[in-house]
């Protein structure tokens, strides 16, 4: 047998298995799409949550915080292209609203927004990952009821993943929470790290 001819005919084939296989691992990525509760509002980016779960998961799969402060939905929604070229990840966990309700904004547009959200990564093929937001009881039972809403529906509506917000337990501690009683504090962060774990390890698999 000329195994130089046999190694010639399958170099290709094994060659394309290899960059198939680099790939998939490459594609094993979560994208975190958020605002300054995920971004790590006044402190550094290596103390947020979303680098201390990168570490917890030892980058199995890897996280990459794309998280911004201030950012609202449409401007998340903005970068969102640039991001899935860049990263090419294979999930996305959405963490957007909560800047679009402290503004006030329509919820009927949050949801169009937040649709749109999803769509797009969908279109890129990964699979969204939908985080609940909800917003403090003083700004109305009617206004808070039609924006918590929101998430439920879309999660029902498109079959993916509702993720419980972390805020609700991270308010119960006030010595986890930043003086201005809006965002998480360093303090924090390795509880939400945890507890995102244990929440979204089910959800992101390799299978």
Do not use: C
Request: aromatic residues 10%; proline residues 8%; glycine residues 6%.
């Amino acid at each position: 047998m000329n195994f130089k001819n046999v190694f010639r005919w399958h170099y290709p084939v094994l060659l394309l298995i290899a960059l198939m296989s680099l790939r998939a691992t490459a594609a094993d990525t979560l994208l975190v799409l958020g605002d300054s509760l995920s971004a790590g509002y006044r402190m550094s980016a290596s103390a947020a949550w979303p680098a201390l779960l990168n570490d917890k998961w030892q980058e199995s799969p890897a996280v990459v915080n794309g998280s911004i402060s201030g950012d609202t939905a449409a401007q998340g929604l903005s970068r969102l292209p640039a991001l899935l070229k860049q990263h090419q990840p294979r999930w996305v966990l959405i963490e957007l609203g909560g800047n679009d309700g402290l503004r006030g904004f329509p919820p009927q547009q949050l949801k169009q927004t937040l649709d749109q959200v999803i769509s797009q990564v969908k279109a890129a093929k990964a699979e969204p990952l939908l985080m609940q937001v909800r917003l403090p009881a003083n700004y109305g039972r009617r206004y808070t009821e039609s924006f918590s809403a929101i998430y439920p529906e879309l999660a029902q509506h498109y079959s993916i993943p509702l993720v419980p917000f972390f805020m609700e337990q991270v308010y119960l501690k006030p010595e986890w929470m930043q003086d201005d009683g809006i965002h998480p504090a360093p303090a924090a962060q390795p509880f939400i790290a945890d507890l995102l774990a244990k929440q979204l390890t089910p959800l992101v698999n390799h299978e």
